[in-house]
């Protein structure tokens, strides 16, 4: 489902997406980057995921549309290899909860402690 509306909260860093049916998905810029589709996060196949540590701060820098069908995130770290088709994009909307528990759950098994926001 493609969003009718994408706005970037940069105080906040949350990443906002409202769809035609009235479905709206907020999603931190640090979610966004943990879960990048890009080879260089999710691998090349099941269990290849890299753990990404170290995100509590990234930025979207910018959002550049990729034809009809995606977007490309450029993150503050650097990273701007995903592109976030829409149907990407409203799963982990759809996920959210669930993807975000488990990401802390893998950070705490890998003994690493997120920081704490600054603002």
């Not at 994408?6 to 479905?23: A, C, F, M, P, W």
């Not at 980057?33 to 691998?43: C, D, N, T």
């Not at 990729?66 to 990273?79: E, I, P, Q, T």
């Amino acid at each position: 489902m493609r969003p009718v509306e994408i706005n970037l909260h940069q105080k906040s860093r949350v990443l906002e997406l409202i769809y035609e049916d009235g479905t709206r998905h907020e999603l931190p810029c640090e979610y966004l980057r943990v879960y990048s589709p890009s080879a260089e996060v999710r691998g090349h196949g099941p269990g290849e995921e890299k753990l990404q540590l170290g995100k509590e701060e990234v930025e979207i820098e910018s959002i550049e549309p990729v034809g009809n069908y995606a977007v490309k995130l450029v993150f503050s770290d650097g990273h701007d290899s995903g592109l976030y088709d829409w149907d990407t994009l409203f799963e982990l909307g759809q996920h959210y909860e669930e993807n975000w528990q488990n990401y802390l759950e893998r950070l705490k098994a890998a003994g690493y402690t997120r920081k704490t926001r600054s603002n």
